[in-house]
């Protein structure tokens, strides 16, 4: 899947056929390519292991191995420079995509609070005082 690195085909042993797969690129402009692809034809079920790879793959949860690939591919090609720039560059793409989303949840409670009281003074103990109706 990833063209990062150069692959010496007579070393790697053949990988099994793919029955789904989804592919992110992105082009010299920067703009992002997504493929996937299932076969029902070979696996009946390779719809369903495709959402099952999409929501490993978009939770996080396959963060650790896909890092751990990187280092020991970029160990191997002597990419120790790249590898320190690619892991600086996520960790501050992260910290720009969180910090995003922290202020944007702040300034949405804060329009929220501004509202009004959630419960009036006057609708105490399930009724309203005024009106003697509890």
């Known amino acids: 899947m990833f063209n990062f ?11 099994p056929k793919s029955v789904c797969k ?5 082009d010299d402009e920067g703009v992002i390519w997504i493929d996937c692809y299932w076969n029902i034809e070979d696996n009946p079920q390779s719809h369903i ?3 099952d790879l999409m929501q490993r793959v978009f939770s996080g949860s396959m963060t ?5 690939f990187i280092k020991t591919q970029c160990a191997k090609e002597g990419k120790d420079e ?6 600086e560059s ?6 720009e995509y969180f910090s995003k989303v922290v202020m944007d949840n702040f300034l949405n409670l804060s329009a929220d609070n501004k509202s009004g009281p959630v419960v009036k003074p006057t609708n105490v ?3 309203d005082i005024r009106s003697k109706k509890m």
């Not at 690195?5 to 990988?15: A, I, T, V, W």
């Not at 989804?22 to 992105?26: K, N, R, V, Y």
Request: without cysteine; negative net charge; glycine residues 8%.
């Open 5 to 15: 690195f150069s692959k010496n085909k007579e070393k790697e042993p053949e990988l």
């Open 90 to 95: 996520l960790a501050g793409f992260h910290q």
């Open 82 to 87: 790249e590898l320190q720039e690619f892991m």
């Open 22 to 26: 989804i592919e992110f690129s992105a």
């Open 125 to 127: 103990i399930g009724g």
């Open 64 to 68: 650790d191995e896909t890092l751990e």
């Open 49 to 51: 292991m495709l959402a």
